[in-house]
T-cell receptor
Framework: DAKTTQPTSMDCAEGRAANLPCNHS???????VYWYRQIHSQGPQYIIH???NNETNEMASLIITEDRKSSTLILPHATLRDTAVYYC???????????FGQGTRLTINP | EPEVTQTPSHQVTQMGQEVILRCVPI?????FYWYRQILGQKVEFLVS????????KSEIFDDQFSVERPDGSNFTLKIRSTKLEDSAMYFC???????????FGQGTRLTVV
């Protein structure tokens, strides 16, 4: 079963930052936080992952709290194409599979 | 940018028939996966494959399912005798190692009638 809790849905205005929260209060020391998204019924798309430090790439930023019990994915300037279901996944080092939950359905509004 | 490709994009088959779903993983990747997503439900892990053998499988992956890497580029999922409940999107994924991020293909929509 998924070890994360995410809001079912969120809305964000185009051009604004979208902040997607994720709770993973039972995370273990060797578990990473991964974010994927799924646009329509396409294949899940990798966004970013981290262990304890904040991470940034060309798509997004990942902020992990100091106690690692929660994290926030930030899309700095959301566009309509960012409308998707966003999945926060906790995955142990060496664990090959990803366990998907229901995710957050993010809608970017014009 | 390298990507995972899947064929066909849509397959319709009659109940009881065998189907083979095909995938070409990213070329330098060593780990391969199949996931499925029944309409309106979560993405579910089926199987992972490394070094020409299954490294992990889920309860869903029963004797009706098999995977194969028939050559250096393809990775296939075979369903021996399809059931109505096998209707789903099937996603192939690959990763460089067991610890790195997995990249997914666009999926094959399997419809069993």
């Amino acid at each position: 079963d998924a070890k994360t809790t995410q809001p079912t849905s969120m809305d964000c205005a185009e051009g604004r930052a979208a902040n997607l929260p994720c709770n993973h209060s039972t995370i273990s020391g060797n578990e990473y936080v991964y974010w994927y998204r799924q646009i329509h019924s396409q294949g899940p798309q990798y966004i970013i992952h981290g262990l304890k430090n904040n991470e940034t790439n060309e798509m997004a930023s990942l902020i992990i709290t100091e106690d690692r019990k929660s994290s926030t994915l930030i899309l700095p300037h959301a566009t309509l194409r960012d409308t998707a279901v966003y999945y926060c996944i906790v995955r142990a080092w060496g664990a090959q599979k990803l366990v998907f939950g229901q995710g957050t359905r993010l809608t970017i509004n014009p | 940018e390298p990507e995972v490709t899947q064929t066909p994009s849509h397959q319709v088959t009659q109940m009881g028939q065998e189907v083979i779903l095909r995938c070409v993983p990213i070329s330098n990747h060593l780990y391969f996966y199949w996931y499925r997503q029944i309409l309106g439900q979560k993405v579910e892990f089926l199987v992972s494959f490394y070094n020409n053998e299954i490294s992990e499988k889920s309860e869903i992956f029963d004797d009706q399912f098999s995977v194969e890497r028939p050559d250096g580029s393809n990775f296939t999922l075979k369903i021996r005798s399809t059931k109505l409940e096998d209707s789903a999107m099937y996603f192939c994924a690959s990763s460089e190692s067991g610890n790195t991020e997995a990249f997914f293909g666009q999926g094959t929509r399997l419809t069993v009638v």
